[in-house]
């Protein structure tokens, strides 16, 4: 048994001080504080003084990093993805696709459940390095609007079928566990309702809709919305469309890119005051070039351009070099949100809104061993995958 301790603990939902984290076999087995419990005689004991224990970072949007594309990436790269990606207290992520050519996607599909298989049994650590390990699959496309696709070649779009969802269904061996989807385009509802039959997280994104459209979608089955303001149509105060239905309906969650880049700090304040704590999410949208220096890298079919922090495609925007723990903290700092809080927006309210908790993005009894060391003011000290530390 190994038990952790530090100067607090956030579950998310609620703030511990003076912790203990009892650990054995990959699970959390207890959690309560030095005035409650003792350390077990033979258990190690590993004291990390002013630092916070937080549930690892669940990132559910992101394409790469490191250099590495999801949409190409081999066995390979996902592990050296999944072991950069600790370095910024990510423990779980969805792979995120791009809109490319159906064979391509498809391959893709089969290579990440490959991948997904072969790590989801707790045993399988990889010798003794953490890495954080693919739960799912985000498909971002082919079902977008062309209005709206953002730099998606739209060529590679399509419109919604059942017999094209099946498809990439099958490719993914069940794994999809998110799609984004535009709610207006002919089709959308008999798709959306077909997944979220599946239990697949449909979020609506790269979306036209006007404010029916999008309740058509959630009526359908939809319950989240994909990077928020980005990619939809714009906020009229006569016509408030998808981005109206997002920030008044109490059953979506949300996510939002906190790059200050994508989204001003004011209109991440006006999100988080209308999601409120328990709906907000934070994604980073990453591409390949996350971690890397200024240059060109792939972004499935297309190659995007890094400089000074914007990642764009003929000037256009093209996700992020975003990392999760900087998302964080720019959330506490921009929005005024407690690092616990903010925390929380990173944890526990992406898997909930995937259908991951009560095993990720929590620290309680049962749960994965899945825990990020963070300083006081939130930057990465240490990243824990089912017990083993980085």
């Not at 190409?72 to 990510?90: C, E, F, H, I, Y």
């Not at 979020?203 to 309740?215: K, N, V």
């Not at 006006?270 to 999410?281: E, I, N």
Request: aromatic share 4%; hydrophobic share 45%; charged share 20%.
């Amino acid at each position: 048994m190994m038990v952790f301790t530090a100067a607090r603990l956030y579950t998310p939902l609620e703030e511990i001080g003076d912790p203990l984290l009892f650990v054995q076999d990959g699970a959390i087995t207890k959690v309560s504080s030095r005035a409650q419990s003792e350390t077990p005689q033979g258990a190690s004991l590993l004291d990390f003084g002013d630092a916070i224990l937080a549930p690892g970072f669940v990132d559910i949007h992101m394409h790469g990093g490191t250099g590495v594309d999801v949409m190409q990436a081999s066995p390979a790269d996902l592990a050296r993805l999944g072991k950069w990606l600790t370095n910024n207290g990510v423990t779980g992520y969805f792979p995120t696709t791009v809109a490319a050519p159906i064979d391509q996607t498809c391959a893709a599909l089969e290579r990440i459940a490959d991948v997904i298989e072969a790590t989801r049994d707790s045993t399988a650590t990889n010798g003794k390095t953490p890495r954080a390990r693919p739960l799912g699959i985000h498909l971002e496309g082919p079902f977008l609007s062309h209005k709206r696709r953002g730099v998606h070649p739209p060529e590679y779009l399509a419109q919604p079928t059942l017999e094209v969802f099946e498809c990439l269904w099958q490719a993914a061996r069940g794994h999809v566990g998110m799609m984004t989807i535009a709610p207006e385009l002919p089709g959308a509802l008999e798709v959306i309702a077909e997944a979220a039959r599946r239990n697949v997280c449909v979020s609506i994104g790269h979306s036209d809709a006007d404010l029916a459209s999008a309740q058509a979608g959630v009526k359908a089955g939809a319950h989240h919305a994909t990077h928020t303001f980005n990619a939809m149509r714009p906020l009229d105060h006569r016509d408030p469309g998808i981005v109206g239905e997002v920030l008044t309906d109490n059953q979506l969650s949300a996510d939002i890119i906190a790059d200050g880049i994508h989204v001003s700090s004011a209109v991440v304040q006006l999100f988080l005051h209308a999601k409120g704590f328990d709906r907000s999410v934070l994604i980073t949208d990453a591409t390949a070039a996350a971690g890397m220096p200024d240059g060109r890298y792939q972004l499935g079919p297309m190659e995007v351009e890094v400089k000074a922090g914007r990642c764009t495609i003929d000037g256009k925007l093209a996700g992020s070099v975003l990392t999760m723990d900087r998302a964080v903290r720019n959330v506490a700092i921009l929005g005024g949100w407690s690092l616990r809080n903010a925390v929380r927006a990173a944890t526990l309210n992406p898997a909930h809104a995937v259908g991951l908790s009560p095993q990720q993005g929590v620290l309680s009894i049962g749960s994965e061993a899945n825990i990020v060391v963070l300083s006081p003011t939130g930057e990465v000290r240490k990243t824990i995958v089912r017990g083993l530390t980085s």
